[in-house]
């Protein structure tokens, strides 16, 4: 089993920047697929960013490409996610998910086995 605990979230006023933490137990971190998502009031959760396990592929929302930066360090079993010139609309909880299943989509939650509770990101305008 892998359990993941999110840290980072908080409040901040447009225009601000984050940086979300996702620390993953096991000692096959390194092997993992991560993504981090978003889920807004009353909206579905959607696919913020995801990497590969070495971190030569990320994908992104088309929302927060240029804005945002998933990165990893597989020393620390962590996976980041900075966020830069955040918007009201980026105002959501966080989840870290992982690992992804092998040859699902990187934008599907069911294509994750584990989830975080979750961080609330809440921006001001």
């Known amino acids: 089993q892998v359990q993941l605990v999110e840290s980072g979230g908080g409040l901040v006023q447009a225009g601000g920047s984050l940086r979300l933490s996702c620390a993953a137990s096991g000692r096959t971190f390194s092997s993992y697929d991560m993504g981090w998502f978003r889920q807004a009031p009353e909206k579905e959760r959607e696919l913020v960013a995801a990497i590969d396990s070495s971190g030569g592929i990320t994908v992104y929302s088309d929302s927060v490409r240029g804005r945002f930066t998933i990165s990893r360090d597989n020393a620390k079993n962590t996976v980041y996610l900075q966020m830069n010139s955040l918007k009201p609309e980026d105002t959501a909880v966080y989840y870290c998910?992982?690992?992804?299943?092998?040859?699902?989509?990187?934008?599907?939650?069911?294509?994750?086995?584990?989830w975080g509770q979750g961080t609330q990101v809440t921006v001001s305008s």
């Open positions: 998910a992982g690992p992804r299943a092998y040859g699902r989509s990187y934008i599907a939650t069911g294509s994750y086995m584990y």
